[in-house]
């Protein structure tokens, strides 16, 4: 079963808007992780927050994480056509050797 | 970019036929993992490695095998391929040092098993 699952399962919305999506998770982890994936290609990692932080940032993405409602969301902001992709949560549990992911949200940003 | 390479990026083959996917590393990293990728499942770990001849079983690892002989190979072997695993596989790899767990991913291998 997946740990991680993303919410929504698919986006769409226009250049210039913000993309908001949500993880949640099951257990207790060491850290959270997000990655996109374009189309046909392997996943690329975005930005990993740890379960001490609250909130990061990386240029135009913003990731949250909430240990006590075991969530996460990513916010991308003012999204582009290239951001077009589908997005993954993963999360690295304590005790664990390795990443679980969701399901993805796949995101389209229209022109 | 992580020098991560999977052979074959494609293939289709028959049922109950043997199938070898190979991954091949260049940054040293301890760990190496292979994943499966299917709609309306994300990612599931099949196998992965902690070091040379260490491996685990992941979630899905039923009809797969693994081997790890050097650090920059790692390879996934379907020994009777079967419709079920008609699937898209990813090999990542991390260094895994502290609480750190970057994957890097290489591109991915098209199996199709008719």
């Given amino acids: 079963s997946q740990q991680g699952e993303e919410d929504p399962q698919a986006l769409s919305i226009q250049e210039g808007e913000n993309a908001t999506m949500n993880c949640s998770y099951k257990t207790s982890i060491n850290n959270l992780q997000w990655y996109r994936q374009n189309s046909g ?71 | 970019d992580a020098g991560i390479t999977q052979s074959p990026r494609h293939k289709v083959t028959e049922t109950g036929t043997p199938v070898t996917l190979r991954c091949h590393q260049t940054e040293n990293h301890r760990y190496m993992y292979w994943y499966r990728q299917d709609p309306g499942h994300g990612l599931r770990l099949i196998h992965y490695s902690y070091g040379v001849k260490d491996t685990d079983k992941g979630e899905v690892s ?52 008719l």
């Fill in chain 2, 62 to 113: 039923d009809g797969y095998s693994v081997s790890r002989s050097k650090t920059e190979d790692f390879l996934l072997t379907l020994e009777s391929a079967t419709s079920s695993q008609t699937s898209v596989y990813f090999c990542a790899t991390t260094l895994r040092t502290g609480l750190t767990g970057e994957l890097f991913f290489g591109e991915g291998s098209r199996l199709t098993v």
């Fill in chain 1, 41 to 111: 290609r392997g996943l690329v990692h975005l930005i990993l927050i740890r379960s001490n932080e609250r909130e990061k940032h990386s240029g135009r993405l913003r990731v949250t994480l909430d240990t006590s409602k075991k969530s996460s969301s990513l916010l991308i902001t003012a999204s582009r056509a290239a951001d077009t992709a589908s997005y993954f949560c993963a999360t690295d549990p304590e005790g664990g050797n390795m990443l679980t992911f969701g399901g993805g949200t796949r995101l389209m940003v229209k022109p």
